[in-house]
């Protein structure tokens, strides 16, 4: 870039800064700032656009537009040229603005008289703040030159935005993280909370955008990034990283060393920014750049260098992890993903989780249901909002967040969670009450678990034991295999918890969603219906046999349950049945005690399994349907795909019928069935499910008491005679019927 033009970009942001560092109100600044910015590029027009609310910009301030469109004229986010700038995140330069894709003329500000346009983004970090744009009346195209001083004036805008230096009560512009917020996201795990933010990666702030010695800030980013680089090859040259973690480094060193990378933050300091703002400026054009990738390769390598810009960000500004603040009282964790591990560490002290990211199976999933407290997944923007000890209300439910919310919202929420704590109070006198039927049929209701931390919730739930733990989590949790040892005294511990309750044991559930830290991923288009779970066992065989003498151990002369998961095919579980045989067989040679007894069963998770031959179901000492997934291959439709997964209802006739299937071949064989999943702990859904004939169900143990309150209650025969009566109607879904069945036998 030439040296004029760098100069007359200090100069501009010299002049902004001291603009800024005036007294006076928001509205005040905004103005001065238009009308410096037009006056030293030199064009007639100069306007800010900021976002009122995520789809809607307004005109805050402008230079040469009629005065009385501001806080008047307003846009959606792609409207006109300037919502387009907004929504793709990029330049718009045209030097016959009425003839562009897209052009909206407003009268109200009278711009009809002005040929050419540029507008650029302002943004932060990947936040969205608005559109700065300037205008003449001579047809032109703006030259490279101009484009990026009014980038880098953007920037410097962004982060003055961010620390609220254009609020004003006068016209409603409240700052940044002062007012309510509404998030939808999806639910992860159900239940409400009500608490405080705390950040699991702390914003980075800066405080100085602008800086007045080029040279100064070239010898902080050089010496900043050469601490990158050495921190990088630090953990390079450790001797724990498998190969997978050791690529991810690679890519890291790169971009470190990446010279482009460098000597763009170097052209942005030399235009006037800071080293921490040049920083970010950079961040924000690889967001931009990432939400236009369609390859999730290259997506990936974008994700690795806004990660490593972070990392730039924290030597700089001296802002580490640990940033000195105390966690509030009553934190909700809010953060863009999180691991197992690390949200394990948090325990139970969280009453709620929100991430940006994250799927209904991910880890952090599995492990929220395992610690019962609320998770809301995919709330976009959550970690650019929030700040610490924000005020914030979880709906897991619903999957919605309240972020700061108004009184209304906050006490109608309130009202939400006392109902929950009075029917939790309620459902308390039935726990050592049997799921009895007005009819005379008691289903026996168990709940799922995956940690020792679960097995408490074993007496106070009223469950009659443990219809599925989760033994992935011991694996999932660490960064490398445990042994055998390890897993024979969790085990042990497990069954101790229980107090003679039946647990029933699953072999390990990874792949598809669930990837070991220390296996290799398979690149595979669909994971879902790839390696995964018995069959990773059965290629595998040491693992599976390590696991089934750890369990024969733990048991130490109790009863042991244990089911293989994804079975599909009769030959696959007298495959997986024989190891646990053979395994007997080498531990009472040993001279090891040996479990009073032992079942071994599977989990029908798959339409194929309903239709294996006898042979199955006489084999075989126990069936448990995994719902979940059964219902995404019977509807295929993806659990981890939100624009699919809701479309598909449990109670859909076709589904229920198919249910029936299954139960009837159990029976014939008299093989003993269960269903276990999230529909098991819906109470409608339970209902069906016992109505069909299930007697045994399995669900997370704050389900346990509301699906015992209303079994206790209704009669499953008449219950059945209302889904045959759907079903005779040519209805989709029983639900409607029964629903209204409810609501007479409640009348």
């Not at 998030?183 to 702390?202: D, I, K, N, Y």
């Not at 989590?473 to 309750?501: C, H, S, W």
């Amino acid at each position: 870039m030439p040296e004029r033009t760098e100069s007359e970009s200090r100069k501009l942001l010299r002049r902004l800064r001291d603009t800024l560092a005036t007294t006076g109100g928001g509205q005040d600044r905004l103005d001065r700032i238009t009308h410096l910015i037009a006056d030293s590029i030199g064009t007639e027009v100069c306007s800010i656009y900021l976002f009122r609310d995520a789809e809607t910009l307004e005109l805050c301030a402008t230079e040469g537009l009629k005065p009385e469109a501001v806080h008047k004229t307003r846009m959606k986010l792609g409207e006109g040229l300037v919502g387009r700038v907004a929504r793709t995140n990029a330049a718009v330069n045209t030097a016959d603005a009425p003839g562009e894709r897209g052009f909206r003329y407003m009268p109200e500000t009278g711009e009809e008289i002005y040929s050419s346009f540029l507008g650029v983004p302002i943004q932060r970090v990947g936040e969205k703040l608005g559109v700065l744009v300037v205008q003449s009346k001579t047809a032109r195209q703006y030259s490279d030159d101009e484009v990026y001083a009014l980038e880098v004036v953007a920037m410097v805008l962004a982060e003055m935005t961010e620390l609220g230096a254009f609020t004003s009560d006068e016209d409603g512009m409240r700052a940044l993280h002062r007012q309510p917020v509404l998030l939808r996201g999806g639910t992860g795990q159900e239940g409400a909370a009500e608490g405080h933010v705390w950040l699991h990666e702390p914003r980075v702030v800066v405080t100085n955008p602008v800086a007045d010695d080029p040279l100064t800030e070239i010898d902080r980013i050089r010496e900043a990034v050469g601490q990158l680089r050495v921190s990088v090859d630090d953990l390079l040259s450790a001797e724990s990283l498998d190969k997978d973690q050791k690529q991810v480094l690679e890519a890291y060193r790169m971009f470190a060393n990446s010279r482009g990378w460098l000597r763009r933050m170097e052209e942005d300091i030399q235009s006037g920014l800071s080293a921490e703002a040049a920083v970010e400026k950079e961040q924000s054009a690889a967001r931009a750049r990432m939400e236009q990738v369609p390859d999730a390769y290259l997506r990936e390598r974008l994700n690795d260098l806004d990660d490593l810009s972070n990392r730039l960000l924290r030597i700089l500004t001296g802002q580490g992890q640990d940033t000195g603040a105390e966690m509030p009282e009553n934190p909700v964790l809010v953060a863009r993903n999180i691991g197992p591990a690390e949200l394990l560490e948090y325990g139970r002290k969280l009453r709620g989780v929100v991430l940006e990211e994250g799927s209904v199976g991910s880890h952090a999933a599995i492990v929220a249901r395992a610690l019962a407290i609320p998770l809301v997944i995919n709330a976009t923007r959550i970690t650019s909002e929030a700040l610490n000890g924000d005020h914030i209300m979880v709906d897991g439910d619903q999957g919605i967040v309240h972020l700061r919310p108004e009184d209304a919202v906050a006490n109608a929420f309130r009202d939400k969670i006392a109902m929950q704590a009075e029917a939790q109070t309620r459902y308390a006198s039935l726990r050592d009450l049997p799921a009895t039927a007005t009819c005379g049929t008691t289903i026996a209701l168990h709940m799922n678990a995956g940690l020792m931390a679960d097995l408490p919730s074993l007496a106070g739930s009223g469950a009659e034991g443990v219809g599925l733990f989760r033994t992935e989590l011991q694996f999932l949790i660490r960064n490398k295999m445990p042994r055998r040892a390890e897993l024979a005294t969790l085990y042990a511990r497990v069954m101790d918890a229980a107090k003679g309750k039946r647990v029933a044991f699953r072999t390990l559930d990874i792949g598809s969603d669930k990837v070991l830290p220390y296996m290799k991923p398979n690149d595979e288009p669909n994971p879902a219906m790839g390696w995964r779970a018995i069959r990773v066992g059965l290629d595998k065989p040491g693992v599976l046999r390590m696991q089934v003498q750890a369990l024969l151990r733990a048991a130490n002369g109790r009863p042991l349950t244990v089911m293989f998961p994804f079975i599909t095919e009769l030959g696959e579980f007298q495959q997986a049945r024989s190891h646990v045989l053979r395994e007997i067989h080498r531990e009472k040679s040993l001279g090891h005690k040996m479990p009073e007894s032992v079942e071994i069963g599977a989990m029908l998770e798959t339409p194929s399994l309903a239709y294996a031959p006898k042979a199955f179901f006489e084999l075989t000492d126990f069936v448990s349907i995994g719902g979940n997934d059964l219902k995404q291959f019977f509807f295929a439709a993806d659990r981890e795909n939100e624009r699919v997964r809701r479309r598909y209802d449990t109670l859909n006739l076709s589904f229920l019928s198919f249910l029936e299937h299954i139960i009837t071949r159990c029976a014939e064989f008299d093989t003993p069935l269960s269903f276990c999943g999230e529909d098991a702990g819906r109470p409608i859904e339970a209902l069906a499910l016992a109505a069909l004939g299930l007697r045994s169900l399995s669900m997370r143990p704050a389900s346990v008491g509301p699906v015992k309150a209303l079994l206790r209650r209704v009669n499953l025969q008449e219950a059945r005679a209302v889904i045959e009566g759907a079903r005779d109607r040519g209805e989709e879904s029983a639900r409607p019927a029964l629903m209204e069945w409810l609501s007479r036998q409640q009348g």
